[in-house]
């Protein structure tokens, strides 16, 4: 048996509901990100990056366009013989079935899986970030340190502090605290959800913990580990990071992409972001098109406006439309002579002649106004918008609408219309 030093285990099975309609029929990490990207492919793209080539990824929610994004790894190099990369979703076991409860339940769920390699060590991955990360920095600093456990940590305003689980540390960046969601945050170092833990010590926790519900690595295995008198330590990272959770997250990480310097470069030579490409036509941009600070899928095709935009592959822009400040996922078609302002339209969506989108003042959303924020129109994928309606801020729609479900022609701010069947 070929030993491995470290394998990754990578949590892929949220539902992402902040993310409202996006997510009604796809899990989190497997919604679009920056044109032609799935979440997922970066926690993917870091595992080879960084010399991982085993990685399980567990899924739960909707797994179907994840389990074929992933395929067999190739766009990642990780379809290999012994390794490589294997989807774990829940399975019926003989005497019950289990959903995975929690992210440590989860992990627990599999111990035959990383059993199988006998790793000296255990990357814990989120699958709903943004980020580019080296493992195997991480990991040099778990040895010198001869750490249990090593989290991820990045400093955060501290009046954001309340939304994380913090670490305290020494001047040795050993921890001393672990707060989940403190209210009075007494540091600001932020755990980031990635985790090195020597297996060892992981198994004994995992099986420690097995029979307590929702079982949890930062309410449950953290705090095991930190009493039960193991070497914690916190491994400080200061590059780009986003959380996409929320709507206003997702837009403005997808935002900051076309900035004339972007923060984040998805197009970096020495640390590719890979990712399970089709095989589609080229673009095709119309001599009366403009075209200003966007990315532009592969197969696109171009007729109107696109202004500070990112579009996915084969979407379709059609004559005297403009789009300004939006996310176009694939395969969406957008007629003549429409205004998209602000809007996350997803995959395969069809938005017939003269549609205005974003029109009016913000409103208050009706449906949940802690997700439908940040002034955004937000479209589900396969839904279908009739002609010369007009749609305002802070609304959701899903599904196939009509005529007569916009009172006058209009779905005014914080309205929302979803169609039997549809999630929100």
């Known amino acids: 048996m070929i030993r491995k030093e470290m394998i990754a285990m ?184 990635i985790y090195i833990f020597t297996w060892s010590v992981l198994r004994d926790a995992l099986l420690a913990k097995k029979d307590q519900n929702n079982c949890d690595f930062g309410k449950h295995i953290i705090p095991y580990c930190h009493e039960g008198g193991k070497r914690l330590f916190a491994y400080e990272y200061n590059g780009y990071w986003k959380d996409v959770g929320t709507l206003g997250s997702y837009w403005e990480a997808n935002m900051e992409l076309v900035d004339l310097i972007p923060e984040f470069n998805l197009y970096e030579e020495y640390w590719k972001i890979y990712t399970k490409s089709d095989n589609v036509e080229p673009q095709y941009v119309s001599p009366d098109s403009i075209i200003e600070k966007s990315i532009i899928g592969e197969g696109s095709e171009i007729f109107g406006e696109v202004h500070h935009s990112v579009i996915g592959a084969g979407v379709t822009v059609g004559k005297g439309t403009v789009v300004r400040d939006s996310i176009i996922m694939k395969d969406t078609k957008i007629g003549d002579n429409c205004i998209i302002d602000k809007a996350i339209i997803a995959e395969d969506c069809e938005i017939k002649d003269g549609v205005e989108m974003g029109i009016g003042e913000e409103e208050t959303s009706k449906l949940h106004n802690e997700i439908y924020a940040f002034g955004l129109v937000t479209i589900g994928e396969n839904s279908y918008i009739p002609p010369n309606v007009k749609i305002g801020r802070n609304t959701a729609i899903s599904g196939l609408t009509e005529k007569e479900d916009y009172p006058d022609g209009v779905l005014a701010g914080g309205e929302y219309i979803i169609k039997a069947g549809e999630g929100k």
Not at 39 to 65: A, H, K
């Open 10 to 193: 990578l949590l892929a099975g949220g539902q992402g509901s902040r993310l409202g309609v996006l997510t009604a029929n796809v899990a989190k990490p497997a919604v679009a990100f920056g044109g032609k990207y799935r979440i997922i492919d970066f926690p993917l793209s870091n595992c080879i990056n960084s010399g991982i080539d085993t990685v399980g990824v567990l899924t739960q929610y909707q797994p179907l366009r994840l389990n074929s994004h992933i395929g067999i790894g190739i766009p990642w190099d990780l379809d290999r013989n012994h390794g490589g990369v294997t989807v774990l979703p829940p399975y019926e076991k003989t005497e019950n079935s289990e959903w995975y409860t929690g992210t440590a339940n989860a992990i627990y769920q599999n111990l035959s899986y990383i059993e199988s390699y006998n790793p000296e060590y255990v990357l814990i991955l989120s699958g709903d970030h943004i980020y580019k990360m080296d493992y195997e920095v991480m990991l040099d600093f778990h040895k010198e340190n001869r750490a249990d456990v090593t989290i991820a940590a990045m400093p955060v305003p501290i009046e954001e502090a309340s939304r994380f689980g913090i670490v305290i540390t020494d001047e040795n960046r050993q921890i001393q605290e672990f707060e989940e969601k403190p209210k009075q945050p007494r540091s600001n170092l932020a755990s980031m959800g």
